[in-house]
């Protein structure tokens, strides 16, 4: 499925058919993933080349010389160098060797090279069985799956002999539990050669991934697995709550197993392992014993540093550390005692190196010395290969002939390469961080496919991996120069992880700083893990639910970008197998956004795209909270400055709504606005690849949407190289909602027509979809993971997507980042403020203040309430207010205490009403807050509690000054305590008062915060003793303020402010557009959550470290505490 690669420019050239050719070394002929050192035994090239022949490993293309090499081999004419076949294959290789510079590296560099020759058998001069025994069987159809709308069959890693395989010969079963799919294939392909060889051993393994065993059906298989098993294996467990349930299925037949290997994982696992006298539970003195007690070290460590206890990214990290340093401690052990203690640790080597070959080894080794059924001797352990061990990290390269130390040494191959490939030397740069496991054990085809893609595109590749979870290290190591400057222009995560903790847990502080330094797009794209490709490609809902939250919700607080899937797992193999279409997308947006830092500003097209909904009412130019067409015109004036083409912008802001709206006085409808393209149907059905779908619901172009009858009609307004486009509606008049239920709906054909002429006719380089929110990502597809027949994913296509989207509202903007693959950057939504009292209820207010003097007076006061209680009613309040009296009863005959009440009922719904929080109009994007909005902001901050900052809420410092918890003065104003009422409104008075000082200081003359400054105000505290907020406290009634409680506020008040009024929303726009990385963070109330502020950046959802807080813990306290005592008093307990 690979396309044409300049390489050889031969068609169906796929790269993933030809490894690395060997340097410093004899010429090896790479089949798949399997090298032969030359010579080559002419019966293994023979069987391997009947493989080729009937598609197996070797990839479904091979290169010409390669299949003239598998044609000779099966003829028996390949067995040295000496056919024309194998010296095209050998010129081949050569060529491509020639082509790079001479390697002139260090001692290091020679060692990584040598690393890099692999043997095809396990055991030297392996019997191999005739061809008419090859054939193995797989297990019945009765696996179990795993829960959830997609399943994932625990009986295609099963492997079992068959008869003829089983025939004399001792059968070991293997049972192992893995994190990610890639050892299936190792471990399939060991087993098989196993039991295809003529050794004294057979084998049977059967494999689970780690998620599985979240599910109590594949729980109580893998149980069942265990009870016959010989050998277990486990590697990467680190998520807590899985490891815990893994022990609890292993512990109870460790004695039992013969061998029970596990590594890097949590320590509670890895204190399963069992190999003869080596056990780590019972390692106390001497070197091992010192290891083991560094392995709880670096686990108290990771804690210690305020890591979860499902921490496993830097204890990880710190344990193969730890474990390289183990051969170096056996040198100074007896051989007796270390004899076990070195299987392990060439075991351990063997399953890091991950190949067939080596599994297949410590298969042998394992069962060779600690499977008592095996007879001793029966396998020669001395004939077995030591370990093939990539480096832990590394710059790699499929066609390169090493693994790269550093930047510079990589460049000095490349160039060759580049000049080879026909690649400019000063092409974009585009970093690809990948997964050692993936490299090791040769499922590598997805990162292959997508590297052949980008060269073929024109841009050069910067790939480096690492063997443990923090990926921010090729990002600190590979993707910078010696100087520290930045070499990539886009980065590419194809681990699908997050970049700091992997899938075990996330350190989003280090990968943020590690993202900031580095400062491009980071894109990460997703391989599938749970599902197989066809189960993906028919699933309605697309990535399955433990897989976004592991590789989508958690890279998405590291600031990434667009979570493609881009390859897919063969259930039967466990091999991973690239989707070309995906690739393509993913490589060719990658490029995309590597190029806007290429381009000068002034050649840059952007596309503004504007909204209309609610639907069908011409509510052009319309998002939550935004002045929309001032901030476009904000946006225009900025963009000018910055050198980008703005040619023709109108005068002000309602020109430039004039120049959408041809008649703005009029009830806007799609009539009514501006034409700029006429899109012809010809030319419609051209460019537009998906057009001809799109005629189930609407029938031939140009249907009856967005037309004049005869072409589609884009509607907007271009400035130079600005496009103000309005985006079409739904299409389903009267009834939107269907368009995001019925399964076969589709965008009509204006709506298709508007995104073509943005990519095919305006060229856009980036386009911005202005507010909350548009249409584009509710159109049918999958909800998350979609395909290629997904209409959000045909509409984007392949254009950089930013998005001004609302600060608290991230769950909508988590939908654009998914499924329109949107670069959200966040904009403050106008601080709420008191909605005030109008009319009748002004009046009321008035009667209340009245009464509050007056209520002794019987006459008076009963006069007062009994039109309080007339005027309540006229203003319908009395559907508000339980038991409110009749406008005829006699007030007079009712004691004062329950006029206090009826009085004190109507206060507290007035100032409900009063206080209800309204938005203070509509933000524009790049104008700083007035001093009133930042006063109503921070006076709603000031309200709650902050234990875990050491800071009071304002109105509980207030309410302490005068001996009341504020808690309590809400209570009892809420049961309309005329007293808790009006001291309630006092408090709330001092607060804005005090508030209104900080503010006031950093007020410019046309009434707006720019610039906070608190440099006056520390003066005045300084030299007339005590602050201007408590001054302000004291001049409302509560002079006992404590001073101490205030300065911890009133200095995160300050911060906050700075927060507020910094105007990251321009800058942000132009980072992005400049190819530049968004800094994300949190979305919601900035109120809750200042963290949410400044805006400007790329927002996320939930961030799980985050939770719960202590409120949220306190607050289940009080919950719980009341449930246990209704349960008490109807005298039943939870059992």
């Known amino acids: 499925g690979c396309q044409t690669h300049p390489l050889l420019a031969r068609p169906n050239f796929c790269s993933k058919a030809m490894a690395a050719p060997q340097r410093g070394g004899s010429t090896s002929a790479m089949l798949g993933s399997v090298a032969y050192a ?26 010409g010389p390669l299949r003239a090499l598998a044609r000779d081999a099966a003829g028996g004419h390949a067995e040295s160098e000496g056919s024309s076949s194998a010296k095209a294959l050998a010129q081949t290789l050569t060529a491509i060797g020639a082509a790079s510079v001479a390697l002139r590296g260090s001692k290091r560099r020679e060692t990584r090279r040598g690393l890099r020759k692999t043997q095809r058998v396990a055991v030297v001069d392996a019997e191999v069985m005739s061809p008419g025994v090859e054939s193995e069987e797989m297990a019945g159809l009765g696996g179990g799956s795993f829960s959830g709308f997609t399943g994932s069959n625990v009986s295609q890693r099963r492997v079992v002999p068959n008869a003829k395989q089983s025939e004399g010969r001792v059968k070991v079963k293997v049972v ?27 084998a049977e393994c059967v494999g689970y991934l780690l998620e599985e065993i979240r599910n109590p059906e594949t729980v109580e298989e893998l149980r069942k697995d265990l009870e016959d098993a010989n050998i277990f294996v486990c590697s990467l467990i680190f998520v807590q709550e899985l490891a815990e349930k893994l022990v609890e299925l292993v512990a109870p037949q460790r004695d039992r197993l013969d061998a029970c290997l596990c590594f890097p994982s949590m320590p509670e696992v890895m204190k399963l392992n069992k190999l003869g006298t080596f056990d780590l539970t019972k390692l106390t003195g001497g070197p091992l014993g010192s290891f083991a007690e560094q392995i709880k070290e670096a686990r108290n460590k990771t804690l210690q540093a305020g890591k979860p206890a499902a921490s496993g990214g830097a204890f990880q990290d710190s344990l193969l550390k730890l474990v390289r340093t183990l051969p170096k401690v056996l040198k100074f052990l007896p051989g007796d005692q270390a ?43 001395d004939r077995i290969m030591e370990p093939v061990v990539l480096p832990d990290s590394g710059i790699w390269h499929p066609l390169a002939p090493a693994i790269y130390d550093t930047y510079e040494e990589y460049m000095e191959w490349y160039k060759g390469h580049l000049n080879f490939v026909g690649v400019p030397q000063d092409a974009p740069m585009i970093g690809v961080i990948l997964q050692k496991s993936h490299i090791s054990t040769k499922d590598d085809g ?36 010696r100087v520290g400057g930045t070499e990539v222009d886009a980065m590419v995560n194809l681990t699908g992880f997050s970049l700091v903790g992997g899938p075990a847990s996330q350190d989003a502080k280090k990968a943020k700083e590690a993202l900031m330094k580095i400062n491009r797009p980071y894109m990460v794209s997703v391989p599938l893990v749970f599902q197989s490709f066809t189960e993906w490609q028919q699933s309605q809902l697309g990535l399955h639910p433990v897989q976004v939250a592991l590789q989508v919700s958690l890279p998405e607080i590291d600031g990434a970008i667009e979570p493609l899937i881009y390859a897919g797992r063969d259930g039967a193999s466990g091999r991973t197998i690239p989707m070309q279409d ?49 901030s476009i015109f904000s946006v225009l004036g900025r963009l000018k400055e910055e050198g980008y083409t703005v040619e023709g912008i109108p005068e002000d802001i309602e020109g430039l709504q004039k120049s959408i709206l041809e008649d703005p006085l009029e009830q806007y409808s799609m009539a009514d606005l501006n034409v700029e393209y006429r899109m012809s149907v010809d030319e419609y059905e051209q460019l537009c690849p998906y057009a001809e779908d799109l005629r189930e619901n609407w029938g031939p172009p140009p249907g009856t949407l967005n037309t004049d009858g005869r072409d589609l009609l884009v509607y907007g307004k271009r400035f130079g190289n600005i496009f103000l486009g309005v985006q079409p509606t739904f299409g389903y008049e009267g009834d939107p909602m269907r368009l995001l239920f019925a399964k076969s709906a589709s965008p009509h054909h204006g709506f298709a027509a508007f995104y073509t002429y943005l990519e095919f006719v305006f060229g856009a380089d980036a386009l911005l979809h202005f507010g909350t929110h548009g249409s584009l990502e509710f159109m049918p597809g999958k909800q998350v993971g979609m395909s290629g027949s997904c209409y959000p994913d045909r509409l984007i296509s392949v254009l950089p997507n930013l998005y001004y989207y609302a600060a608290n509202n991230p769950s909508e903007a988590t939908i654009a980042k998914r499924r329109s693959y949107a670069s959200t950057i966040s904009y403050l939504t106008p601080p709420a403020e008191n909605a005030g009292l109008y009319k009748g209820l002004n009046e009321l207010s008035e009667l209340v203040k009245s009464y509050q003097g007056l209520r002794e007076n019987e006459q008076r006061g009963a006069s007062i309430v009994a039109s309080i209680v007339a005027t309540a009613r006229q203003c319908n309040l009395d559907k508000d207010i339980e038991d409110l009296p009749q406008e005829d009863e006699d007030m007079k005959a009712v004691p004062i205490d329950e006029r206090d009440l009826i009085v004190g009922k109507v206060y507290r719904r007035l100032m409900e009403i009063e206080s209800r929080a309204l938005p203070m109009g509509l933000h524009r994007v790049g104008v700083p807050p007035t001093a009133e909005e930042s006063v109503a902001t921070l006076v709603n901050i000031a309200q709650l509690d902050r234990p875990e900052l050491g800071v009071k809420g304002l109105p509980n410092i207030i309410a302490a000054s005068v001996g009341l918890n504020a808690e309590q003065v809400y209570r009892s104003a809420d049961k309309g305590n005329l007293e808790d009422v009006a001291r309630l409104q006092e408090i709330t008075e001092a607060c804005r008062a005090a508030v209104r000082t900080l503010v006031a200081e950093s007020t410019n003359s046309q009434g707006r915060v720019e610039e906070p400054n608190f440099v006056v105000q520390d003066m005045m505290s300084f030299l007339y003793g005590g602050s201007p907020w408590k001054k302000a406290i004291d001049a409302a009634g509560f002079p006992n303020v404590n001073e101490d409680d205030l300065k911890p506020l009133f200095v995160y008040l300050q911060s906050c402010l700075k927060l507020i009024v910094c105007n990251n929303e321009l800058p942000g726009l132009l980072k992005a557009l400049n190819g530049e990385y968004i800094e994300p963070g949190p979305g919601g109330d900035p109120i809750r959550n200042p963290d949410v502020l400044p805006t400007g950046k790329n927002m996320h959802a939930l961030d799980p470290q985050s939770i719960p807080t202590k409120a949220a813990v306190d607050t289940a306290f009080v919950v719980v505490d009341r449930l246990l005592e209704r349960l008490g008093k109807d005298g039943e307990f939870p059992e």
Request: aromatic letters at 8%.
């Open 38 to 63: 030359t010579p080559v035994p002419a019966a293994s090239l023979q069987q391997k080349s009947q493989l080729v022949a009937r598609g197996g490993d070797a990839g479904p293309s091979i290169l």
């Open 176 to 202: 192992y539990v893995v994190l990610e799919s890639q050892y299936q294939a190792s471990m399939t392909a060991a087993v098989k050669q196993i039991n295809k060889s003529g050794g004294p051993i057979c």
């Open 339 to 381: 004899k076990d203690a070195r299987t392990f640790i060439l075991s351990l080597q063997h399953w890091l190196g991950g190949t067939p070959e080596n599994v297949e080894a410590m298969l042998l080794r394992v069962a060779g010395q600690y499977v008592p059924a095996v007879t001793p001797g029966a396998i020669d352990l």
């Open 446 to 481: 997805h990162y292959v496919s997508l590297i052949q893609e980008l060269e073929s595109r024109g841009a050069r590749v910067l790939c480096g991996y690492t063997g443990g979870l923090d990926f921010s290290l090729p990002l600190r190591e590979y993707f910078v120069n």
């Open 582 to 630: 995906r690739i393509s997308t993913v490589a060719t947006r990658a490029l995309n956004w590597a190029r806007l830092r290429q381009k000068p500003n002034a050649e840059k097209k952007v596309a503004i795209c504007l909204f209309q909904f609610p639907p069908d009412k011409g509510n052009v130019g319309t998002a939550a909270y935004l002045d929309v067409f001032g």
